[in-house]
Nanobody, 115 residues
């Protein structure tokens, strides 16, 4: 079964950094695109960053230059390095993959940016 297990969320001050991790199982990890999405309070879930199986990356404009998505295929893990965090980054962050015409999601991890 597909399972995505996230870690690394927490409380950080503005300007700080966090690194989110998502460990995947039940998929051929190296063949799958992986993504990070977030759901801001009162908003729908939106894409933050995606990394393809070939290592191509896509970012939402609001995080470009601050966030970096990466993957370690040997560890079946995708990361989201978040630098220069802003209060508006506060959200539940979700790990995502797509297989057999459906999305799979992690449980979500809370990131709170506040002084």
């Amino acid at each position: 079964q597909v399972q995505l297990v996230e870690s690394g969320g927490g409380l950080v001050q503005p300007g700080g950094s966090l690194r989110l991790s998502c460990a995947a199982s039940g998929i051929i990890f190296s063949a799958n695109a992986m993504g990070w999405y977030r759901q801001l309070p009162g908003k729908q879930r939106d894409m933050v960053a995606v990394i393809t199986s070939n290592g191509l990356t896509i970012y939402v404009d609001s995080v470009k230059g601050r966030f970096t998505i990466s993957r370690d295929n040997a560890k079946n893990t995708v990361y989201l390095q978040m630098n220069g965090l802003k209060p508006e980054d506060t959200a539940v962050y979700y790990c995502n993959t797509y297989r057999a015409n459906r999305d799979y999601w992690g449980q979500g991890t809370q990131v709170t940016v506040s002084s």
